[in-house]
């Protein structure tokens, strides 16, 4: 990756990236028809997608067009429907989640203590969805009751991930924690350096779970204990988004733009480098799909070699959906997407508004300082700009070489 500063290019490997705050962009996301991080999800040839213009759609399969949609009070474009036993589960930006029946009827909502950035999930007996009040919640499926609630040290942004007995999390203090689903008790914690992001569930895997953090590493636990097994290095921007896994290799994408392919013992086997932020990653036979900041759904095979991209009009956030020999996923450009597994479009659908959401640059939680030792110097029009060891992006000199009384005397600092 590279960065690109007036006349100059920069490698990632010529700055420093320190993390000045925490990861505040999910919740200063506005208004519009962006779809997020919400996945579509298909059951009975029907797919059900959340957008920024606070409504659920459920969208025909075959042809793209819309069977109904149900309004909410805050945006669904962060929350993928979670459908047990013919319910429908949801959770919108304003702390609230819905219980509704597959024809998008309302039956019961809970609001909880503050924001929700994202998906509920579900056993069928009761719902488990984190809020930006640090807490984790269980709620009876049935009437919407409110069984327990479980305190973290931080914020929360993070899709709870079940297991057997046992369910996992992740929040701002930087710890996973492993609780047990019936009583709502901690068994287990794992400290990372960061915060801890998922817009998607853990990858479990034969007794161990992947965890990943803002402190640029996944980690290999096992899942009895949550004693680290090994960690493996991802870039500089943290990563946020889920791991695939398919014939004992993981596939991890960071916020760097970066796809990487991990075997089990955790050491990259290859990389795959897009133009944006990437978040998940499908796997469908022997192909890799995903989509990525910079508007492409790209297509590359399992040793990394791209096959085809497909370009939209806005950043591609969410997991692609595999279903009937056909790729469906949402933009932010505020469209849903069907196209073949060989990158040509099937139809597109249009959420209430084509006017995209508002969000925050992918780095603004993060400082750039140029490491570079060396003195680099152009002379241009007159002018000298010099970069020195510890300027930071965005600041330089220039020096006029007419400092003279007859003309005239100048000196800019930016």
């Not at 999930?121 to 709620?139: H, I, Q, W």
């Not at 609630?149 to 709870?160: A, Q, Y």
């Not at 921007?237 to 392919?261: M, N, P, Q």
């Not at 490491?371 to 680099?376: G, I, N, R, S």
Request: net charge neutral.
């Amino acid at each position: 990756m590279e960065w690109q500063f007036g006349d100059f290019e920069l490698e990632l490997e010529d700055v420093v990236v320190k993390k000045r705050k925490p990861f505040n962009r999910q919740w200063k996301i506005g208004f519009g028809g962006s779809i997020s991080t919400s996945s579509p999800v298909v059951k009975n040839n029907v797919i059900f997608i959340g957008a920024n213009d606070w409504h659920l759609y459920a969208v025909d399969e075959e042809r793209g067009r819309e069977l109904w949609r149900s309004k909410t009070t805050g945006r669904v474009g962060d929350c993928t429907p979670c459908i047990v036993s013919n319910r429908i589960y949801i959770s919108s930006s304003e702390g609230y989640v819905y219980a509704l029946l597959m024809n998008g009827k309302s039956i019961w909502r809970f609001r909880a203590g503050n924001k929700i950035g994202a998906s509920p999930n579900s056993d069928g007996e009761r719902v488990y969805f984190t809020s930006k009040d640090g807490y984790t919640y269980a709620l009876e499926c049935e009437t919407g009751r409110e069984v327990w609630r479980f305190k973290t040290g931080g914020e929360m942004i993070s899709v709870p991930t079940l297991h057997e007995n046992f369910l996992f999390v992740g929040s701002f203090d930087g710890c996973a924690y492993c609780i047990e689903k019936e009583s709502g008790r901690e068994l287990w914690r794992f400290k990372t350096g960061e915060e801890i992001v998922n817009f998607q569930k853990f990858l479990i895997n034969k007794g161990v779970i992947y965890i990943h953090s803002f402190d640029n590493h996944l980690y290999a636990l096992d899942i009895s204990t949550g004693k680290e097994i090994w960690r493996f290095a991802l870039g500089k921007y943290g990563t946020s988004g889920g791991s695939a896994f398919h014939k004992d290799i993981i596939y991890h994408g960071t916020r760097d733009g970066v796809l990487y392919a991990i075997t089990l013992d955790g050491r990259e086997k290859w990389r795959f480098t897009a133009g944006g932020v990437l978040q998940n990653c499908s796997v469908y036979n022997g192909k890799i799909f995903f989509g990525s900041e910079d508007g492409n759904l790209y297509c590359i095979d399992t040793e990394g070699n791209e096959m085809w991209r497909f370009k939209t009009g806005g950043a591609i956030f969410n997991l692609p959906c595999i279903h009937k020999n056909r790729v469906i996923f949402g933009s932010w450009d505020c469209h849903l997407y069907a196209v073949s597994l060989d990158g040509r479009e099937i139809w597109r659908f249009s959420t209430s508004t084509l006017t995209p959401s508002e969000i925050p640059h992918a780095y603004e939680s993060f400082e750039v300082i140029i490491k570079k030792e060396e003195v680099m110097e152009e002379k241009k029009e007159g002018y000298e700009v010099r970069f020195s060891k510890g300027v930071e992006e965005g600041e330089y000199e220039t020096k006029s070489e007419y400092e003279t009384k007859e003309v005239y005397q100048r000196k800019i600092r930016y």
